[in-house]
C-alpha cells in the first residue's frame, strides 16, 4: 500500500519559523515500512524553504495570518499541497493532528478529499487522541487512531487490505453504518526497543531541513508528574529505550544527515538519572563529538548530572518554571517551588550551561500582581532564554475541567469555530474574558508588556553572547548552524535587513 502522512501548514502560514520535522510521523512511517509498504512524510512547514520568525512577541497577532490563509482555498501553500497530493497519488492518506492547527487538518482532509474522492483518511495525534468525537465528525475523516500508533497503525493497513476486521484494531476510532465505534485502547509498547526507528528517508523536501533539525530524537516515552495543565496520554508512566538503541539511531543520523546536535524531546529527560548517566557515558565514547539539549525539571537536576551532561555534549537545557508567583505556581500542580527553581537557575549559571526558562502568564484567577511577580523572578533567575506563552487551554486536563466550571470555556465547539478563531482562543467562551480578576484590554496592556520584557531580555547583547558561547561546539561540528543563529540573532536585534 501507498501512504501519505501529512503535517498541515501552520507556522508558515503565521509567518512563524518551524524547527525539526514531525517526530511521531516518522515513527509510524517506520512501522509501516517494516509491515512492508511504502510511505511518504509531506511537512507542509517544510515543503518549501523554511522562512519566518522566531521573535515570539506578536505572536497572537501573527495567528490572524494563520485564520486568513486557512480559508483562503487559493492561497499558495494549498495549491502546493495539491499538487505534491497529486504526485504522491497515495492509496491512503493521514493526517497528524494538534490542537492549536486543528482547523489546518480539517481543511487538510477536504482538500485530500476533493483531489482523491475513494482514499480513506485517518486522522492522529494529540487532538485526535483527547477528542476522538470531534475529530470524526469531519466529513471527510474515515479513521482515528488514538494514542500511541507504532503497533495499531501497521493493524489498521491489515483491515483496509482485508486481512481482519476493523472491531479487531485497538485504539481506532471508525463509522460502522454512519455511526461512530470507539474501539477499546490498545495498550502501550512496553518494548520501546522493539519498535522501529524514526524513518527520516520518508521525509519529502530533505533539502529544507538543517542537520539540526534532523537530530529530534527521544530516549523515553512518557512522564511521571501530575501538571495541571497537561494531558496526561501515557498515564504516569515513563518508558525507557535502551542505551544501544539511542546510540543506534545517532550513529544512523550522522551518517545520514552529518548530524552532530541532538534535541532530546523526552517529557523530562532526567527522571532517571541512572538513564541519563550512562547515555552520557555512551555519547562521549562515539566516534564523533556531538552536543544535545533536553527538556527536565528544576527538582530533577543536580551537580553530579550537570557536570555528566556537560562533559557528554550538553549544550543546552529548557525548564519549566511557568510562574514567579508562588500561589499560580502551585495552581500548575508541577510540585515544584521557586526556592527549587533559584537553586536550578545557580547551578545552570555558575555552569555556563545555556538554559532556557519557559513561563506563562494568563491562568484563571492570576491577577496582576501575580503577573508582576513573574516579570521580576525573570530577572531574578536570569536564563539564557526566556519563553513566555499565555495560557492555553487544552482538553482533558485539570485546568481545562476548571474552566468549564467556571464557566470560561466551552468543551464542545464546533468544527466551523476551529476555521474561525484564533488559535489562542480556542474553547473560550468569550475570547474577551479569559481571566476572572483582570479585565481583557487590561490583560491585553500586561501581555504586551510581558511580551516586550521577555524580549527585551532575550535581544540584550550579553544574552545573545552568552548562548552563542554556550553553543560554540555545535557551531565547530556544523558551522553551517553559525550562519543561521546569526541571522536570527540580527533579527532579534531588528538589523537583519542592513545585512539583506
Known sequence: MKILLIDPPFKSFAGIFSLYFPLGLTYVAGAAKKAGHECKIL???????????LDF????????????????????????????????????????????????VIQTAKFCKELLPEVPILVGGAHASTMPDLTMQIPEVDFVLRGESDESF????????????????????????????????????????????????????????????????????????????????????????????????????HK???????????????????????????????PFKITFNCTTRVDLLDEELLEAMK???????????????AKILKETDKDITLDQVLKAAEMLNRHRLFWTGYFMIGLPDETEEDIGKTMKFLKKVKPFYG????????????????????????????????????????????????????EFERFNQLAENAAKVFHQHNSNLFNLARRGFARRKAYMYDPSLLKRDLGKALEFLGISKLFG
Open 43 to 53: 511537512d507542509m512547514d517544510a515543503a518549501e524553504a523554511k522562512e519566518g520568525s
Open 387 to 438: 519563553g513566555l506563552g499565555v495560557y492555553n487551554p487544552f482538553p482533558r486536563t485539570k485546568l481545562f475541567d476548571q474552566g468549564v466550571e467556571l464557566g470560561l470555556l466551552d468543551p464542545k465547539p464546533s468544527l466551523e469555530h476551529f476555521l474561525t478563531t484564533n488559535p489562542k482562543d480556542l474553547f473560550f467562551r468569550n475570547p474577551k474574558k479569559r481571566l476572572l480578576n483582570i
Open 154 to 253: 501497521p493493524d489498521l493497513l491489515e483491515a483496509i487490505e482485508g486481512k481482519r476486521d476493523f472491531s479487531q484494531v485497538g485504539s481506532l476510532s471508525w463509522k460502522n453504518s454512519g455511526k461512530i465505534v470507539h474501539n477499546p485502547d490498545r495498550p502501550f509498547a512496553n518494548d520501546l526497543d522493539a519498535l522501529p526507528l524514526p524513518d527520516r528517508s520518508a521525509l519529502l523536501n530533505p533539502e529544507n531541513y538543517s542537520s539540526e533539525d534532523m537530530g529530534i530524537i527521544l530516549t523515553s516515552r512518557g512522564c511521571p508528574f501530575r501538571c495541571s495543565y497537561c494531558f496526561h496520554m501515557w498515564e504516569k508512566r515513563v518508558r525507557y529505550r535502551s542505551v544501544a538503541s539511542v546510540i543506534e539511531e545517532i550513529l544512523e543520523v
Open 311 to 325: 562533559s557528554a555534549g550538553c549544550a543546552q537545557v529548557a525548564l519549566g518554571i511557568e510562574s514567579g508567583s
Open 256 to 286: 545520514a544527515y552529518g548530524t552532530t546536535q541532538f534535541s532530546i524531546k523526552d517529557d523530562s529527560f532526567t527522571v532517571k538519572k541512572k538513564h541519563v548517566l550512562d547515555l552520557c557515558e555512551a555519547f562521549k565514547k562515539l
Open 57 to 104: 512577541s506578536k505572536e497572537y497577532e501573527s495567528y490572524t495570518n494563520y485564520v486568513s490563509a486557512l480559508n483562503d482555498a487559493d492561497h499558495p501553500t494549498w495549491q502546493l499541497m495539491r499538487r505534491l497530493i497529486r504526485q504522491q497519488n497515495p492509496d491512503l492518506i493521514g493526517i497528524t493532528a494538534l490542537t492549536t492547527k486543528f482547523g489546518s
